[in-house]
């Protein structure tokens, strides 16, 4: 049942005077469903899933366990391979995720969602739609992009036109979809999400902000985990947007806050001691080269290498060992990490793995954003800081730099903020309400993620 919605707002708003250390992160959740099937995992990460052989169950492909058929199959022709639909994009709005208002203007839009659950939400929209259609099925739409103001006149017709056509396309933006104006399966599902869903949003979304004592600058960086996507905003309007690669949810991105101190050009990769248990303890039992081909090596407490012939691979005792990757090309980390000093040692950086920019399912690290613009997001960061080759930090200082193939840290001539965000519903003040999928799950009642703080 929902909550009577005149209470909603005085709720929350105690939330955000009363809210102080945030619970622990709840366990992870099985992934919701989705009409974006998951990449395969690689590689990328600051803790990116190490490749590992694979081997094809017992018996297939072995003569000697497989039965042999009374009569010989008939060999089926292949089905074509689908082609990938590319949905999901980088909305067009100018205002960051994340403002001072962010609290208030979310609470407010979860009465009015509240208000249109209460009377009955919103009509379902069937398949099979396309710009010239008529019916039934396009009055259906009509009506429900006009309960969420999508579609300001014509509502009860049922054609479909061209203000149907801007009206989709402006839906499509809020969820952060690519502007087609056509009804494509991320359009459909998003169409019906029920009000009731989209109110638990943005109630949970205003709840997990209430309280955060941001410290707002002139120029701040902004995550919002669901939305993969990385914002720097100046003077409060989103200058530049980046299309990310987060957490998956058994290595989720924490909700953080920090101050971005330095850039890391050709930075070495130290592994979190989760990866050396669970991923390079198992390789290595099966393949003693394994850490040499990565270019990973094994120091002790005195900074000196160790030979991986003399590590004990049947015990955990690799665990005490400080595994660093070297940098270059093939490093986890890519060519810049971008140095952000936080609990719980997550920061933003390049990848190798550049074609999982690509997808619309882009949760697949161990906790650390990928940012597919890095090298511009550094240069921006890097506004005003000395030292750059030709005069002024931009790519290509950064990539000169780079060729030296040298660990360099240039420190910021100031630090800029940065929030970590998990909002799957927001509005910031301009009326327009955004939601992106739970992909963690946290859209419980009483659910939230743990909050670092400054």
């Known amino acids: 049942m929902l909550p009577q919605r005149s209470l909603i707002l005085p709720v929350l708003i105690a939330l955000s005077i009363t809210v102080g250390a ?247 990769w130290t592994l979190p001691t989760s990866i050396i248990k669970n991923e390079v303890i198992p390789k290595m039992r099966k393949d003693p080269g394994y850490l040499s081909r990565a270019k990973i090596r094994i120091l002790d407490g005195h900074g000196t290498e160790i030979d991986p012939r003399k590590v004990d691979w049947n015990t955990e005792r690799a665990v005490n060992y400080t595994l660093r990757q070297d940098a270059g090309a093939a490093n986890a980390l890519g060519n810049i990490r971008i140095n952000m000093p936080n609990r719980d040692a997550v920061y933003m950086h390049d990848t190798p793995s550049k074609k999982y920019f690509g997808g619309d399912y882009r949760f697949l690290s161990h906790g650390c954003v990928r940012v597919e613009g890095v090298y511009d997001l550094a240069a921006w960061l890097l506004d005003g800081t000395s030292g750059a080759p030709n005069g002024k930090w931009d790519k290509a200082s950064l990539l000169a730099k780079v060729a030296t193939q040298e660990h360099i840290d240039i420190n910021l001539k100031q630090s800029v903020p940065v929030i970590w965000v998990y909002m799957t519903g927001w509005s910031n003040g301009d009326g327009v309400v955004h939601f992106r999928d739970d992909i963690y799950d946290y859209d419980k009642v009483g659910g939230r993620a743990r909050s670092a703080s400054l």
Do not use: C
């Not at 022709?77 to 208002?101: G, H, S, V, W, Y």
């Not at 996507?229 to 003077?235: F, G």
């Open 22 to 268: 945030r619970a622990q992160t709840p366990a992870p959740a099985q992934l919701p469903p989705s009409v974006f099937s998951p990449s395969p995992m690689g590689g990328g990460a600051s803790e990116q899933a190490l490749p590992s052989p694979t081997a094809p169950p017992p018996g297939v492909g072995d003569p000697a366990t497989a039965p042999e058929p009374a009569i010989a199959p008939v060999k089926a022709k292949p089905k074509p391979k689908p082609i990938p639909i590319r949905e999901m994009a980088l909305p067009t709005n100018p205002d960051p995720t994340f403002t001072q208002e962010v609290f208030f203007a979310t609470a407010k839009a979860s009465e009015k969602y509240a208000a249109i659950a209460d009377a009955g939400g919103w009509p379902i929209v069937p398949g099979g739609l396309s710009p010239g259609a008529r019916g039934k099925g396009v009055a259906a739409l009509r009506k429900r992009l006009a309960v969420e103001g999508d579609l300001d006149k014509g509502a009860e017709s049922e054609a479909w036109d061209s203000d149907l056509s801007q009206a989709l396309k402006h839906f499509q933006d809020r969820m952060g979809l690519r502007q087609s104006g056509l009804i494509t399966p991320g359009t459909l599902k998003a169409l019906n999400v029920p009000a009731a869903t989209r109110f638990k949003q943005l109630a949970s979304s205003a709840q997990r902000v209430a309280g955060v004592n941001f410290q707002y600058n002139d120029r701040y960086v902004v995550v919002n985990i669901p939305s993969a996507t990385v914002e720097a905003i100046d003077h409060g309007a989103v200058v530049r947007r980046y299309v990310a690669v987060v957490g998956d949810p058994d290595h989720r991105s924490p909700e953080e806050q920090a101050r971005i101190q330095a850039i890391n050009l050709n930075p070495y």
